[in-house]
């Protein structure tokens, strides 16, 4: 999965030592926030089932997996009604059917693919690769557990003190559709420093047999539950470093001083870590004027404060002491 932007959505949590929670409010078994219809993108592996198939138009066509798209129409008995097409060609007035492959019919209890574009009432029965075919079944009964876990799961509103998490560790920390390791999602992902969203619900109690705590959390469009040992309260982290700070300065003796700003756009931190930048975008740009309290740097930052020549009015706040040169 590409990396996201952040945004804000309702986050799920199972309770863990460091999270503090006000205003739980119960809301049923079955409940999910953002519940999508489909709790995996199990339509890859179908498309490379597909593709690998002996279908007279794909093998005809020479139609590769990535340029292979389907629709899928539910029948009786889950049994899927997919219609075929070649990206490569694309539909005009003059060839409407450009592009189109063809419908066949797969059973995902018996596992048969059956082409019935030539003849609806007598089927040809299709071969494909068993590699992909056990990969579609694999994620059609994961979805099924996962989607029966959920739907038993009881939920309660919630407020986290710290809304916002940061990713720790090393590697990828995975989404999972459920508070439990058996549904991962290894499509999406988030990395070390990346920010996610908590406000949400939380779980009156883990599923069977998970030793686990999760949190459901939101990175771009992407949401899911990712286990608390990958992240740390982003409030804790910034709270740290000026403690640090604080106690550093205090001890070291250094005059103040003045600078100018040479970047051509300068943003305040709350903190001075580079992941505790101030939520409201504040900055100054080339050419303004700041005064620091101390003209060392702590952790690549100093502690300024910024007059507004206009306005009079005052900012102080945190900025990276590369962004300045003395006056």
């Known amino acids: 999965m590409d990396k996201l932007g952040t945004v804000a959505v309702v986050g799920l949590l199972i309770l863990s030592p460091w999270t503090a929670l006000q205003a739980m409010t119960p809301v049923g078994p079955g409940f999910t926030p953002d519940r999508p219809a489909s709790l995996f993108n199990c339509q890859v592996p179908l498309i490379k089932l597909l593709a690998s198939s002996n279908q007279a138009m794909i093998l005809a066509e020479k139609v590769p997996a990535d340029k292979l798209e389907i ?20 539909a005009s007035p003059d060839t409407p059917g450009a592009g189109h492959l063809g419908w066949v019919m797969y059973d995902p209890h018996s596992g048969q693919l059956l082409d019935n574009s030539a003849d609806e009432q007598h089927p040809r029965q299709l071969t494909f690769s068993p590699q992909y075919g056990k990969q579609y079944q694999q994620c059609l009964q ?29 590697g990828r920390a995975y989404f999972h559709v459920a508070p439990t390791e058996q549904c991962v999602n290894e499509s999406q992902f988030v990395i070390p420093n990346d920010k ?7 779980a009156f109690e883990p599923v069977e047999g998970e030793k686990n705590d999760y949190l459901l959390v939101g990175y771009g469009n992407a949401s899911g539950w990712i286990n608390v040992d990958r992240l740390a309260p982003l409030d804790e982290i910034c709270q740290d470093a000026q403690a640090n700070a604080e106690a550093m300065m205090a001890k070291t003796a250094s005059p103040a001083a003045k600078y100018l700003v040479k970047s051509k756009k300068l943003y305040f931190y709350d903190s001075p870590d580079p992941l505790c930048q ?11 004027n700041v005064a620091a309290k101390q003209s060392q740097a702590y952790q690549q930052f100093l502690f300024v404060s910024y007059i507004h020549p206009k306005t009079g009015d005052k900012t102080e706040g945190w900025l990276k002491a590369e962004g300045l040169v003395a006056r």
């Open 142 to 170: 994961k979805e099924q557990r996962c989607a029966a876990i959920l739907d038993q799961m009881k939920l309660g509103a919630i407020i986290a003190d710290s809304p916002k998490y940061v990713v720790r560790g090393k």
């Open 71 to 90: 629709t899928i129409e539910p029948r009786d008995h889950g049994v899927q009604a997919i219609q075929l097409f070649d990206s490569r060609q694309q």
């Open 278 to 288: 101030d939520e409201g975008g504040k900055f100054i740009v080339s050419g303004d």
């Open 196 to 202: 996610v969203q908590v406000v949400g619900f939380a």
